[in-house]
């Protein structure tokens, strides 16, 4: 089946960029989606569809990809946006969603 | 705004049924355009998807999954279910409910606070 690759961890200064990168087989012909998830909560959506944010959700979040990796760029980052983020595709040759394996986001 | 609340058995015995159930309020499930779904987290570690239903009422399972589970809708409670057969220490996990939703592909818009499942004899 489909793997997505994440780092295990990545750490920025407050008001830093953040970037997040989602490594999988021409990942760029797939649509990418992005959650970000704070201990003991469920996961929010924060990107969807590769670069559209939902309602509600800071502009400093954004997305892209190309070629085999996604990336999600957290800019002007602050202390509440520690958590761990998941990329999500969906995998046609398995017929399933597929996760990455999660980046934990520290901010310094 | 969408609600959605698990519940169900927090702990089941080893080659048992896991049976869980999501209550959603704010909205109809039987609402066009959206599918639900069950994603699980053991603990410590990621995020795995078992399955959606479609607004049709039709299926999709995850593989490694396919053959222990089932998830159905009761329109009338405005509620789906999930139920995991033989169940082994290794299905121990927090099981969400979630919304699908479709621009190009589904993602997860709406999820459940999550219910902590425990195998265990």
């Known amino acids: 089946s489909y793997v997505l690759t994440q780092p295990p961890s990545v750490s920025v200064a407050p008001g830093q960029t953040a970037r997040i990168t989602c490594g999988g087989n021409?990942?760029?012909?797939?649509?990418v989606h992005w959650y970000q998830q704070k201990p003991g909560q469920a996961p929010v959506l924060v990107v969807y569809?590769?670069?559209d944010r939902p309602s509600g959700i800071p502009e400093r979040f954004s997305g892209s990809n190309s070629g085999n990796t996604a990336t999600l760029t957290v800019s002007r980052v602050e202390a509440g946006d520690e958590a761990d983020y998941y990329c999500?595709?969906?995998?046609?040759?398995?017929?399933?969603?597929?996760f990455g394996g999660g980046t934990e986001l520290t901010v310094l | 705004q969408l609600q959605l609340q698990e519940s169900g058995s927090g702990l089941v015995k080893p080659s048992e049924t896991l049976s869980l159930t999501c209550a959603v309020s704010?909205?109809?499930?039987?609402?066009?355009?959206?599918?639900w779904s069950w994603i699980r987290q053991p603990p410590g570690k990621g995020l795995e998807w078992i399955g959606y239903i479609y607004h049709s009422g039709s299926t999709d399972y995850n593989p490694s999954l396919k053959s222990r589970v089932t998830i159905s809708v009761d329109r009338s409670k405005n509620q789906i279910s999930l139920k995991l057969s033989s169940v082994t220490a290794a299905d121990t996990a927090v099981y969400y409910c979630a919304r699908g939703f479709s621009h190009s592909s589904w993602h997860f818009d709406y999820w459940g606070q999550g219910t902590l499942v425990t195998v265990s004899s």
């Open positions: 569809d590769g670069s």
């Open positions: 704010g909205g109809a499930i039987s609402s066009g355009g959206y599918s």
């Open positions: 999500q595709v969906w995998d046609s040759s398995s017929d399933q969603e597929v």
């Open positions: 021409n990942i760029g012909s797939n649509n």
